[in-house]
């Protein structure tokens, strides 16, 4: 199974620690908040706001390498453009996925 990891963050960094201390930061702040206003936004069943949440969630799941994940996120944001949830707990899992690995780092 597919796992979080740094490797793109490494490669951004080009071995500048404080760049790449600095871009996890980054996500660590910004995948929480994230994950929450999707998680809103799926309650309320508002699907252009879940569809935008998706949209920025996967970047994320991109820098963190999940290649497999982002593509479930990308056919799940085209999805949404017809109001369908389907693969809405494919997506969850890749979230619980990530907030895991986030504690770890």
Do not use: C, W
Not at 47 to 67: A, D, P, Q, R, T
């Amino acid at each position: 199974m597919e796992q979080p990891n740094l490797i793109y963050i490494d490669k951004l960094a080009n071995g500048d620690e404080s760049v790449k201390k600095r871009l996890i930061e980054i996500i660590k702040t910004e995948f929480p908040k994230e994950k929450k206003e999707y998680l809103l936004s799926l309650e309320n069943l508002d699907y252009k706001k879940i569809e935008e949440n998706v949209h920025k969630l996967k970047h994320k799941i991109s820098i963190l390498g999940l290649e497999k994940s982002y593509e479930i996120a990308n056919k799940f944001e085209h999805k949404l453009r017809d109001q369908r949830l389907i693969d809405s707990k494919s997506f969850e899992g890749i979230l619980i996925k990530i907030s895991e690995y986030l504690k770890t780092i």
